[in-house]
């Protein structure tokens, strides 16, 4: 059964970097049939797709956080990463890792438990 | 981009049905038939009930159901049930491989 796990620190101060790491389980992030994706959601709000990868390390963001989003895969170690620059209080969220199948169908039937993120001073 | 809209809550009473909607425009909802859906229970994470507007995956209750007229997508819940009570989300592809998720609806079995 596929399992995803995120992990990263809890706290980031404001301006720096958010970094968090998603491990994968029972499945590789070499597949060529998923993409692993990132959403957000803040505190008693809704969600946000951040962004996606693919195996061959082929990206796409959401273009209102393009500017400060890097993710990234690791295969020997089967994880993918997510990387949010220049923080503010906005960014405290819930963030969660996904599989999804293509970049059209909005299939994200497989989730991490989701890690929370708070950006405070 | 701007989310998805959705009402913010909803009701219903148990064995009833409910519809929640979700209206975009023509770059998303009304451009492609790529709408999922999503049950949150609190503290929990989403869990898909509704994939390419209709479908329905394995262990998903035939109760739940997706449909999609022009720009607005709906989700039926009928028999409603006590364990139905969370939050839905829709999600739509935008175009530029991109997706875009609703503001959410909290769904309340009185």
């Known amino acids: 059964q596929l399992q995803l796990q995120e992990s990263g620190p809890g706290l980031v101060k404001p301006s720096e970097t958010l970094s968090l790491t998603c491990t994968v389980s029972?499945?590789?992030?070499?597949?060529?049939?998923?993409?692993w994706g990132w959403i957000r959601q803040p505190p008693g709000k809704g969600l946000e797709w951040i962004g996606s990868i693919y195996y061959s390390g082929t990206t796409y963001y959401n273009p209102s956080l393009k500017s400060r989003v890097t993710i990234s895969l690791d295969t020997s170690k089967n994880q993918f990463s997510l990387k949010l620059n220049s923080v503010t209080a906005a960014d405290t969220a819930v963030y969660y890792c996904?599989?999804?199948?293509?970049?059209?169908?909005?299939?994200?039937?497989?989730w991490g438990q989701g890690t929370l993120v708070t950006v405070s001073s | 981009q701007s989310a998805l809209t959705q009402p913010r809550s909803v009701s219903g009473s148990p064995g009833q049905s409910v519809t929640i909607s979700c209206t975009g425009t023509?770059?998303?909802?009304?451009?492609?038939?790529?709408v999922s859906w999503y049950q949150q229970h609190p503290g929990k994470a989403p869990k898909l009930m509704i994939y390419d507007v209709s479908k329905r995956p394995s262990g998903v209750p035939d109760r739940f159901s997706g449909s999609k007229s022009g720009n607005m997508a709906s989700l039926t819940i009928s028999g409603l049930q006590a364990e139905d009570e969370a939050d839905y989300y829709c999600?739509?592809?935008?175009?530029?491989?991109?997706?875009?998720f609703g503001g959410g609806t909290e769904l309340t079995v009185l």
């Open positions: 996904a599989r999804h199948p293509s970049m059209t169908t909005v299939t994200l039937r497989y």
């Open positions: 029972g499945g590789s992030i070499s597949s060529t049939s998923y993409y």
């Open positions: 023509s770059s998303d909802v009304g451009g492609y038939n790529y």
């Open positions: 999600c739509s592809y935008a175009g530029s491989y991109t997706f875009i």
